[in-house]
């Protein structure tokens, strides 16, 4: 079975992270996901954060140059509060904003855990 899938530029938006992201609710052996420019913005960090909520094996998450904004990082911050087993999560060149990394320092506060730029 897929353990890691690497799709880093393959232009697959929104669309394509909330296909993923279904598939994340399935199909639980993956543990490294890589997405990197592929433009899913906000509504794609939605479907991710929704299939995290879910997900009980992907331990590496990269959303890094996705144009993610304040408002996906904070879905992505309350799906932390769920998933217990992402340990890595990249958001490298995504305008979050200082309110955005502020809801991950929170969630980092109530529950430390390792979590690094991939």
């Given at each position: 079975s897929i353990t890691s899938l690497g799709l880093g530029g393959t232009r697959i938006g929104n669309?394509?992270?909330?296909?993923?992201?279904?598939?994340?609710?399935?199909?639980?052996?993956?543990?490294?996901?890589?997405?990197?420019?592929?433009?899913?913005?906000?509504?794609?960090?939605?479907?991710?954060?929704e299939g995290l909520k879910v997900n009980e094996t992907l331990r590496l998450l990269c959303l890094s140059e996705n144009e993610i904004t304040t408002h996906g990082a904070k879905l992505l911050s309350a799906s932390l509060q769920i998933n217990k087993s992402l340990h890595e999560l990249g958001l490298r060149c995504n305008p979050i904003g200082e309110e955005g990394l502020e809801s991950f320092c929170e969630k980092l506060k109530t529950e430390p855990r390792r979590l690094v730029e991939s």
């Amino acid at each position: 079975s897929i353990t890691s899938l690497g799709l880093g530029g393959t232009r697959i938006g929104n669309r394509g992270a909330q296909s993923l992201a279904e598939g994340l609710k399935i199909h639980r052996g993956v543990g490294i996901l890589e997405l990197t420019q592929n433009s899913i913005g906000d509504e794609g960090a939605r479907a991710v954060a929704e299939g995290l909520k879910v997900n009980e094996t992907l331990r590496l998450l990269c959303l890094s140059e996705n144009e993610i904004t304040t408002h996906g990082a904070k879905l992505l911050s309350a799906s932390l509060q769920i998933n217990k087993s992402l340990h890595e999560l990249g958001l490298r060149c995504n305008p979050i904003g200082e309110e955005g990394l502020e809801s991950f320092c929170e969630k980092l506060k109530t529950e430390p855990r390792r979590l690094v730029e991939s």
